[in-house]
């Protein structure tokens, strides 16, 4: 059974199974709302920011440099993980949830108000880029979080990997979201959409905060940490001894994201430069496509995650990690058919190598690290490579197809990541239906029972 919040008493089958059902739920909303409020601005950034902040560019410059601005929430990931992962790992994962969701929200409301550069001029930019800054440190707290949050009720080892796949698909269901909200404002405004219709979907995410917030409030902290307090083995300064112990999980987490993340914002965001001044198609048909792409990975990210419960989290990544470095190609010779059906089905197809690394991530991540470090290990690990892998893929696809003038430049880089992958993730470890109840430095060994410890 569960352990209470007091560490004293017990939680009933029944309880812990609805407090279960409460963290995956709370953990799914609230990273949905994340990754809308995230993905809006990646979306934008392709289709507004560079007409409106950067008009006196040249049309492949302002690409540049409204990706830029788009790389800043990368490099603000570690930071809000480092932040964070200490607070996560000291006051608790829903305290730390709960400030997280309102920084990533209200940033992102504020962005609805930004003047242009015909008003304000540079002025704007640089106000987007503070914004994009703390967008980005929201999500670098939001995600070691979340999975702690459903990955710790976990009342088995042999489901940990499904249940930690669902914080996972918030991102799809924020993409979604975002896509839909675009695609809906770009229709019912025409061409006001570019003078001020994109302004709406921003605006319109303090209502989902509002929601999160409510669903967040209601639930209660993880049995593991709850452990933790009682047996009095929070540290006191948790990044700095993740970092001492357990470097090696930390930048081997990071380098195998490289074949999950750095294709999925070439799929997903780079796509609407792409598509629309190179192969010349409408960006509804690239938004719609994106839609039906993120609805597949609605089921498939949850079915990766089964999977890896049964024939192991690291190898099915690493299936993963060498199918996105085949499509890669495969990817480019569909789009740059300009054959409307293909470009569809490429863009389509796109996620699903993804959703074979991304269902079993979180688990293989989260459980490299032992628990009273867990969020802040696997939160820096997870975030790193945001600066190495997402912040830096848009931009390196532009770069790479204005020098080659290919798409198969791409599709190298592509390639080049999943081998990094290949070669981190067959260096972690690998905790499937292993115990993370119990500290990993604890002397007693790690039991491979399907069954936890129990947390009273």
Not at 46 to 53: M, N, R, W
Not at 88 to 97: N, Q, Y
Not at 123 to 136: E, P, S
Request: hydrophobic share 50%; aromatic share 14%.
């Amino acid at each position: 059974m569960a352990a209470s919040q007091s560490g004293a008493m017990p939680l009933s089958d029944e309880e812990a199974r609805r407090q279960l059902r409460r963290a995956v739920i709370a953990s799914t909303i609230g990273t949905t709302i994340e990754w809308y409020d995230f993905f809006l601005y990646s979306i934008v950034t392709g289709l507004v920011f560079a007409k409106l902040y950067f008009p006196e560019s040249n049309p492949i410059v302002g690409t540049l440099q409204a990706f830029l601005i788009y790389a800043v929430g990368f490099l603000a990931r570690p930071v809000g993980a480092a932040i964070f992962g200490h607070y996560g790992d000291r006051i608790g994962r829903k305290a730390t949830l709960i400030v997280t969701l309102l920084l990533m929200g209200l940033a992102t409301f504020a962005v609805a108000f930004v003047p242009t550069y015909a008003a304000i001029g540079i002025w704007g930019a640089v106000v987007l880029t503070v914004l994009r800054f703390i967008q980005g440190v929201g999500v670098g707290g939001e995600w070691g979080g979340s999975v702690l949050m459903s990955m710790e009720w976990a009342r088995t080892n042999a489901h940990r990997g499904f249940v930690a796949s669902w914080p996972q698909f918030g991102v799809p269901a924020g993409l979604f979201l975002a896509n839909l909200a675009v695609l809906a404002m770009s229709e019912i405004f025409g061409n006001a959409f570019f003078t001020w219709g994109w302004r709406v979907p921003f605006f319109l995410s303090i209502v989902l905060v509002a929601i999160g917030l409510y669903i967040r409030l209601n639930i209660l902290e993880t049995p593991i940490f709850a452990k933790l307090v009682a047996e009095r083995r929070i540290e006191k300064t948790p990044m700095l001894e993740v970092l001492r112990r357990q470097p090696k999980d930390i930048f081997l987490s990071a380098f195998a994201r490289m074949a999950e993340q750095a294709p999925f914002y070439i799929f997903t965001a780079f796509v609407f430069t792409y598509g629309v001044t190179t192969l010349g198609v409408s960006r509804n048909l690239l938004l719609t496509a994106v839609l039906v792409a993120s609805v597949l990975e609605f089921g498939t990210i949850p079915l990766f995650g089964h999977l890896s419960d049964r024939i192991g989290r690291r190898r099915m990544y690493m299936i993963g990690a060498a199918a996105v470095g085949v499509f890669g190609f495969i990817y480019f010779a569909m789009v740059d058919t300009k054959n409307p059906t293909w470009i569809f089905a490429a863009i389509v197809l796109s996620l699903v190598p993804h959703a074979m690394m991304y269902g079993p991530q979180a688990a293989l991540i989260a459980e490299s690290f032992t628990g009273r470090l867990r969020y802040s290990g696997a939160s820096l690990g997870y975030q790193l490579a945001s600066v190495i892998a997402g912040g830096p893929a848009p931009l390196i696809a532009t770069a790479l197809f204005a020098y080659f003038h290919s798409g198969y430049a791409i599709a190298i880089y592509i390639l080049a990541c999943a081998v990094l992958s290949l070669v981190a993730a067959s260096r972690l470890g690998d905790y499937t239906n292993k115990d993370i109840s119990r500290e990993y430095d604890d002397p007693r060994p790690i039991g491979d029972s399907g069954h936890a410890t129990p947390s009273a």
